[in-house]
């Protein structure tokens, strides 16, 4: 990617389309769990895959240029899909249908600090103070968040969020190796490739969690969910998060994902009537803290030989 400031006017569109995916990705919890209410997770996912790679698939047969990944990179999409689609949203889906949308939309408030220390383990960059401070805030707020209830009355509610916890796992490697593909072949590409092989990796499924005719006889609001998923946050936020990705560091992408936890739990609060308890609340603030310590400590390259480091996120 390249080191040349955007100007202010072109810094602007990239912030604001990140606006416009904090909002998306904070339904996303809200639109899948009332899904779920009257279809299974893989239900749920699978009908997602299936109509956001239709739409991806139109959307490349339009686009001027390759059709086709290049040969070399066909290990890598085959990658960027098991993690976008069996990994992550499996993981993402039936964790959610466990724990509460505030509870998931907190954990993935990790995601900046996941990318940060996958830097540090490949060793394009070096630890500060500031940035092991807050390491230690983050994960004192997700002790808070799985444990502030006890673990008798949680039990159920633990068992999502570490399923929630894999799922930002994935999403760290999908963002970590994702980010040098959408700078060589565009955000548009680099999504579309991804996300078409998730789905091709989702079909083994279809014979046991498609459910046509539960999915046509479902309410028109879990209906409207499902799309909600499909089509915003598999195809508009995706391709948002990678064209921000390829115009700026990771570290001022992922500041905004460290909104999706308010608004999460306010929509949450007011559709939902999920209560904002106090571990919520005082986990929430420790996680949001620890992650924007992280992404706003001043990390240095490593000191190696200039053409010696591997192409990093910052």
């Not at 209906?223 to 560091?249: D, E, G, H, N, R």
């Not at 739990?265 to 939902?272: D, G, M, N, T, V």
């Not at 571990?279 to 990390?299: D, K, N």
């Amino acid at each position: 990617m390249s080191s040349t400031p955007l100007s202010p006017a072109a810094l602007g569109r990239v912030y604001a389309a990140l606006l416009v995916q904090v909002l998306i990705s904070a339904g996303t919890y809200l639109a899948g769990k009332r899904a779920m209410e009257e279809l299974p997770p893989s239900t749920t996912i699978l009908w997602r895959f299936l109509l956001s790679g239709a739409v991806f698939a139109l959307l490349l047969a339009f686009t001027p240029g390759p059709k086709l990944p290049p040969r070399a990179e066909w290990r890598r999409v085959l990658w960027l899909g098991l993690l976008a689609g069996p990994v992550n949203q499996l993981l993402f889906f039936n964790g959610l249908a466990r724990t509460p949308a505030a509870h998931g939309a907190l954990l993935y408030a990790l995601t900046p600090l996941g990318v940060y220390l996958t830097s540090l383990l490949r060793g394009q960059e070096r630890a500060s103070a500031r940035a092991l401070a807050g390491i230690i805030t983050a994960f004192a707020g997700v002790a808070v968040l799985l444990l502030g209830r006890g673990l008798a009355s949680a039990q159920g509610s633990l068992g999502g969020d570490l399923l929630i916890l894999g799922a930002v796992v994935a999403w760290v490697l999908y963002t970590t190796e994702g980010r040098p593909f959408a700078s060589s072949h565009g955000p548009i590409r680099a999504t579309a490739w991804s996300m078409l092989a998730a789905t091709v990796l989702m079909l083994p499924m279809a014979p046991f969690a498609l459910r046509p005719v539960e999915t046509l006889n479902a309410s028109l609001t879990a209906q409207a969910c499902v799309l909600y998923v499909a089509l915003l946050t598999s195809v508009v936020a995706y391709l948002i998060w990678y064209y921000a990705l390829s115009k700026v560091p990771a570290s001022k992408v992922a500041i905004f994902s460290n909104l999706q936890p308010v608004a999460t739990a306010i929509a949450a609060w007011a559709l939902l009537d999920e209560a904002l308890h106090g571990a919520l609340a005082v986990g929430g603030v420790l996680v949001i803290a620890g992650v924007r310590l992280t992404q706003g400590a001043s990390v240095q390259p490593p000191a190696t030989p200039a053409g010696s480091q591997g192409r990093g996120v910052r």
